[in-house]
C-alpha cells in the first residue's frame, strides 16, 4: 500500500487526486476495519490509517473514511475545545479546503462559509493568495494551512491575510515545520529533488523552522501558539494520531490593528 500511494501521489496531478481520493477510499477502507485508532473527525476507528507522504509514503496517518491526516485531527479538536468556530456567527475564507473539513463546515448553520484555492475542483472561487481580490476588513476567520511553504512571496500573502480580516478577526496559518532549523528558503533552487532535499517536498519553495511564531509576530500579527496537543493523554494522542514531530502547535494569528 505504501508503494501504491507514493507512486499516485508522485504522478498524478493534485486536481485529480483530489477528485479520485474519496473513490479510492471507499474501495480500500474494508481492508482496515478494526479498533486501534480513532479519527476525531469522522469518528470512526480502524486498525490503523493508511500511509500517505509525497516520495514516499509512511505508516498510520490518512484516515480511510474522510481522509484527515495528523495536522486536520489536531485542529479539529482545537477548533472544537478552544475557539467559538462551531457556535458563533462567523463569516470565514478558507484556502485550500481539505476534504476532511468541507462539508462538515459547509454544514454549520452559524458560518457564512467560503472556499478559495488557485485552481482546486472544489474551491468556490479561484484566488491567488498574494492578490486577494476582496474588501479589506470582510472576515472573521481565515483558515490556509499547508500553503505558505508553496507561496513565492510570503510576505505578501501574509499581508493580505491580515487585510481581509477584520479587526480582532483571527486565521489559523499551519505549515509544516522542521523543528531543528530556523525558517530559510533560497528562490534559486528550483530543482523538484533539491527542493525536496532544502524544503521537504518537491514544490516546496522554503522551510520553515522553530522560529515559525517569530515570523508572524514579524508579519504584524498577535501569535497564539496553542498547546493542546501536550494538554492530552498519551493515550489519546496515539489513538488519533495527532500531529507529526514540530507540528504539535496550533498556530492562530490575531489582527489586533
Known sequence: MKKIISLLTKLLPRQILIKFSYLFSIVIRPFYWGNKVECPICGKHFRKF?????????DNRLCPNCLSLERHRLLW????????????????????????FLKRFKSLKNLDYTTADLDSPIADMHIDVTNINLHDNTYDVVICNHVLEHVDNVDKAFSEIKRILKPNGWAILLVPINPNVDTFEDPSVTDPKERQRLFGQYD???QF???YADVLRDAGFEVDADRLYFELADEQRERMRLARPGE??????IKNS
Do not use: I, N
Open 50 to 58: 493508511l500511509p500517505y507522504g509525497y516520495g514516499e509514503a509512511m
Open 209 to 211: 523552522g522553530r522560529d
Open 77 to 100: 479538536l482545537y477548533l472544537k475545545e478552544k475557539t467559538g468556530f462551531f457556535t458563533d456567527d462567523l463569516k470565514v475564507l478558507h484556502f485550500a479546503p481539505e476534504q476532511p
Open 204 to 206: 516546496h519553495v522554503r
Open 248 to 253: 504539535e502547535l496550533v498556530y492562530r494569528v
